[in-house]
């Protein structure tokens, strides 16, 4: 059992005229393995803010608070540590890597976390196996990283990443952008199945509830103005649906 704790979160990020802007105002939450949490929000809440801070994005300035995983300071630890300590980020915008072939860039990242390379004769059946339920060609692992994929594509490629990996703790930073119907299928399956083994906890940030329908989380938590200001199961994300977040922007 992992438990990631966030206390008293506040971060800011620095202007282009060199001023700090506070965008966290004190996140208090905690996922532990096996359970989801939905962070849902109107857009400017601070929602992918906190997604990257746990990351270790440099763009954010850590002002106040801790983040904690299994009692390890995280806001201590470089990105590359991060990511070995069993975090995982699945990005809103998955980035381009060119002359980096997906096989080479999953083989590597693997051996980094894992501390040991994967063994041939069984990663190859891993990773074609991990394709083939995410309906991706075979092709797909000598391109390079996202060099020309589609939205959807992408989105398939991060989840492949979550299922050889088998983080700790995933943040799914709005997979559902840009996704058809089939695609937020084919990838919410993907997450479910990682859900299943029960050793993964997940923050899972997004807008609307079309996602929540595939992927049921326990706890819904509702982010306005850079913190959470309500809490429920999955009721409360059917409420937002119906009616919005104007009624929680007074609490922000």
């Known amino acids: 059992m992992s438990t990631l704790e966030i206390r008293d979160l506040q971060v800011s ?21 096996g359970e989801t949490h939905a962070i849902m929000g ?3 809440s601070g929602k992918s803010t906190l997604a990257y801070s746990i990351a270790g994005h440099p763009k954010y300035e850590i002002t106040g608070g801790s983040v904690t995983l299994d009692g390890v300071d995280v806001l201590e630890l470089s990105v ?12 809103q915008y998955p980035v381009e890597v060119p002359g980096v072939s997906v096989a080479n860039f999953l083989r590597t990242a693997k051996t980094a976390i894992d501390g040991e390379a994967p063994k041939l004769r069984t990663w190859a059946g891993e990773l074609r196996g991990a394709m083939e339920k995410l309906q991706m060609d075979p092709s797909f692992a000598q ?24 983080p700790k703790m995933a943040i799914l930073d709005e997979t559902d952008s840009g996704l058809d119907i089939d695609a ?27 996602i929540l329908r595939y992927i049921q ?27 919005g977040y104007e009624k929680f922007l007074a609490k922000a």
């Open 13 to 33: 990020v620095k202007l282009p005229e060199g001023e700090l802007k506070p965008i966290l105002a004190g996140v208090d939450l905690t996922v532990k393995s």
């Open 42 to 44: 109107p857009n400017g």
């Open 80 to 91: 590359d540590e991060r990511a070995r300590a069993g975090l995982f980020l699945a990005m």
């Open 143 to 166: 391109r390079n990283v996202n060099e020309g994929f589609s939205g959807g594509e992408k989105k398939r490629h991060e989840i492949m990443q979550l299922e050889l990996i088998k």
């Open 184 to 210: 937020l299928r084919i990838v919410s399956e993907g997450v479910n199945r990682v859900r299943a083994t029960g050793e993964t906890g997940f923050l899972l940030i997004t807008h609307y509830t079309r």
């Open 217 to 243: 989380p326990d706890f819904v938590h509702v982010f306005v103005g850079g913190k959470i200001v309500e809490e429920g199961g999955p009721e409360l994300a059917e409420q937002l649906e119906a009616e």
